[in-house]
């Protein structure tokens, strides 16, 4: 009978880069901004555009606070960080608190 005794594996947190970067589209660029999501409604039916809010908010909750750094001059498909839809285009880049603090 074999037993694997070695200790149990604990995934270690995901380490993010130094510089705390995300990469933003235009839409949830503006809602970050303004803290304004009211063109969601624009997008999407009204409870799509309840749950997607609800979704964005859950999410910037764990990125914690972002301040808008510039925007990107790659141009091309990225996903965005807060609604985690694939994007065409300039993403807007976005910098954690953390990578502030040092
Ligand atoms: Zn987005």
Known sequence: ???D??????????QT?????F?????CNAGVA??????LDYYHEP????????KILATLETLGWLSHSHTSEDSGYFDCAVCDETQCGNPNI???E?????
């Not at 880069?17 to 970067?21: A, E, G, I, V």
């Not at 990469?23 to 839409?27: A, Y």
């Not at 409870?47 to 609800?54: F, G, L, Y």
Request: aromatic content about 6%; some cysteine; charged content about 20%.
């Open 1 to 3: 009978m074999m037993f």
């Open 5 to 14: 005794d070695s200790t149990p594996t604990t995934t270690p947190p995901k």
């Open 17 to 21: 880069s130094s510089t705390n970067q």
């Open 23 to 27: 990469r933003l589209c235009d839409s």
């Open 34 to 39: 303004n803290d304004d999501w009211t063109h």
């Open 47 to 54: 409870q799509e555009a309840e749950v997607e809010h609800s």
């Open 94 to 96: 976005w910098v954690g």
């Open 98 to 102: 953390a990578a502030l603090c040092g």
